[in-house]
Each structure stands twice: as C-alpha cells, then as structure tokens.
C-alpha cells in the first residue's frame, strides 16, 4: 500500500496570510493526487485534482503543485472560512489512501 | 445535478450488522467508481473500498476485508456497504462519494451516514 505523509497536522495562521502545506507519497504516484477541504460536520469538497487541476467552482487562490511523490498545497491570502481542514488522497492505486490532514487554526 | 443521497443514521448493538445506502442521481451510475470512506470523530478520512457499479469490481483495503462489503444495484442506482460484527470501533461517520460526471477524482460525496454502535 502507498503511504501517503501529510505536514504539517495543525498549523497557525493570520487571514491574508499563505499557507503550504506537503504530502509526500511512499512511492511514486505521478500526478494522481486530489486535496480536499473539509469544513466541521460536513462532507469533504474536492479542491484539486490531478495534482495540480483546480475542480470547478474553486477560488484562484488554492493550488496545487507536485509530482512523483512530493506535493504541495497552498493558500494565498487566507481567508476566515478557509481555517478547517485539508486532507491530500493519492488515486494511482488502490487502497485509495490519504493523508493524515491538516488543521488551519487563525493565529 | 449530480447527487449522492446517503441513509440514516444507524444505531446498533455490537456484534450486529448494518447496511448503508448511497443512492446516485444526475449522472450514469455504472460507469464510475465509487468509494467509500470512514471517519471517526474528530479524526482523518479513511479510505476502505470502492466498486464499479457497471461489473461490480470491488477492492478493498486489507484492514476492511472481512468488515465491510460493497454492492450496487444497478436498476436503482444505489450502492451500498454492509458492516459486520460491529464493535465500538466501527462507530464513525461513513461517507460515499463518485466521480459523477467527472472522471480522474472523486467530486461527489453523499452527505455521510452516522453509525453509533452501543449496548
């Protein structure tokens, strides 16, 4: 199975502020990687796919970058309803795994 | 519009068995995966399996053989997963999700079942 390390697991942030944050895959993936946002007691919301693809109705200012088995996801200019949850899955095979999450929290 | 009508909340007492339901709407059924995934309160997401309703290929991760099993009905385009022998564990909120109309990802997700198992 692939493993897949997302960091970091909390992070403090200011609103405008950008925000990275990194999977790194146990082997090589190519670009089948989607993040997803997760607001509490809702359902996960596709942000990007294929790595570095933003799904429709998503803000410019989430993207996505990486391939092989380091990726990347940042934030630019944070704003209030972003600070929850972020999660990365790798879709090069199954299990489907995904990452461990990360917790935006406003400084 | 694509959308992924997941069943009620479940309560159950350990030992038992129940069967969630996902039903989809606005694209073809048969013709994308779809995947299943737990999370307990206040953890991660958990990936543990998917099927292709068009054959019913399924794949599951190793930890979910045995616990979870995934079917489709095609004629009403519902999947469903059934989880046995539960135990305070398995209490979690279980979501499905497909790629709709979409391939490459998994843009839809149903809005999550709560199973809560307790004596």
């Known amino acids: 199975d692939i493993q897949m390390t997302q960091s970091p697991a909390s992070q403090s942030a200011s609103l405008g502020e950008s925000v990275t944050i990194t999977c790194l895959a146990s082997q090589t993936i190519g670009t089948w990687l989607a993040w997803y946002q997760q607001k509490p007691g809702k359902s996960p919301q596709l942000l990007i796919y294929a790595a570095t693809s933003l799904a429709d109705g998503v803000p410019s200012r989430f993207s996505g970058s990486g391939s092989g088995t380091k990726f990347s996801f940042k934030i630019s200019s944070l704003q209030a309803e972003d600070f929850v949850s972020y999660y990365c899955q790798q879709l090069y095979s199954t299990p489907h795994t995904f990452g461990g999450g990360t917790k935006l929290e406003i400084k | 519009q694509v959308q992924l009508q997941q069943s009620g909340a479940e309560l159950a007492r350990p030992g038992a068995s129940v069967k969630l339901s996902c039903k989809a709407s606005g694209y073809t059924f048969t013709s994308y995966w779809m995947q299943w995934v737990k999370q307990r309160p206040g953890q991660g997401l958990e990936w543990i399996g998917a099927i292709y309703p068009g054959d019913g290929d399924t794949r599951y991760t190793q930890k979910f053989k045995g616990k979870a099993t995934l079917t489709a009905d095609k004629s009403s385009s519902t999947a469903y997963m059934q989880l046995s022998s539960l135990a305070s564990e398995d209490s979690a909120v279980y979501y499905c999700?497909?790629?709709?109309?979409?391939?490459?990802?998994?843009?839809?997700w149903g809005q999550g079942t709560l199973v809560t198992v307790s004596a």
């Open positions: 999700a497909s790629g709709g109309t979409t391939t490459m990802r998994f843009t839809y």
